[in-house]
């Protein structure tokens, strides 16, 4: 199985700060890495897909980028509705697999 | 709008079996593989198993291998997720999950339905 490890755990920010999570999978598996947001309560939502492509819907100033092992999922200017669990997940191979998920919590 | 809306949860005693449901609206049902992705109550999310759009192929998370079975019946838009010898670690939301095969992303996730697994 791909081990996924997301940095870090939890986060506090302001609205307007410029967040940025880190992703790490123990293998290469090229783009296959998604972003996925879930509030509390909630499905989760998908944000981006094949590392970098913005998936329909979803505001621009989410952004995601890398290749390999190392991803990176950037908020360029952190809105109130955007505070949540952020999740990556590998679609390289089965068993899909999903990090253990970032806070982005209100500073 | 894409819906897809789980029935089917509810409190079983370990060893016990549960079948949940999936009910699809709102896009070609037939067209797309689909799965069940759950969560432990505040835990993080596990991929459980796929199902190819005919139903011809299954694949599935080891940990459920032989215990559980997903299926579907296109004619009724419906996906199914069996779920026998259930055990505590089997306690979780199961969302029942379009898996879009060209992005290669779980695209549309349903509410989910809640199984508890206790004596």
């Known amino acids: 199985d791909i081990q996924m490890t997301q940095s870090p755990s939890s986060l506090s920010a302001s609205v307007g700060d410029r967040v940025t999570i880190t992703c790490r999978a123990r293998?290469?598996?090229?783009?296959?890495l998604n972003w996925y947001q879930q509030k509390p309560g909630k499905a989760p939502k998908l944000l981006i897909y094949?590392?970098?492509s913005l998936q329909s819907g979803v505001p621009s100033r989410f952004s995601g980028s890398g290749s390999g092992t190392d991803f990176t999922l950037t908020i360029s200017s952190l809105q109130p509705e955007d505070f949540a669990t952020y999740y990556c997940q590998q679609s390289y191979s089965t068993p899909w697999t999903f990090g253990q998920g970032t806070k982005v919590e209100i500073k | 709008e894409v819906q897809l809306v789980e029935s089917g949860g509810g409190l079983v005693q370990p060893g016990g079996s549960l079948r949940l449901a999936c009910e699809a609206s709102?896009?070609?049902?037939?067209?797309?593989?689909m799965s069940w992705v759950r969560q432990a109550p505040g835990k993080g999310l596990e991929w459980v198993a796929n199902?190819?759009?005919?139903?011809?192929?299954?694949y599935y998370v080891d940990s459920v291998r032989g215990r559980f079975t997903i299926s579907r019946d296109n004619a009724k838009n419906s996906l199914y997720l069996q779920m026998n010898s259930l055990r505590a670690e089997d306690a979780a939301v199961y969302y029942c999950?379009?898996?879009?095969?060209?992005?290669?992303?779980?695209?549309?996730w349903g509410q989910g339905t809640l199984v508890t697994v206790s004596s």
């Open positions: 709102g896009f070609t049902f037939s067209s797309y593989w």
């Open positions: 094949a590392a970098s």
């Open positions: 293998q290469r598996i090229s783009s296959d």
């Open positions: 999950v379009v898996w879009d095969h060209p992005k290669r992303a779980f695209d549309y």
């Open positions: 199902i190819k759009q005919d139903g011809s192929e299954q």
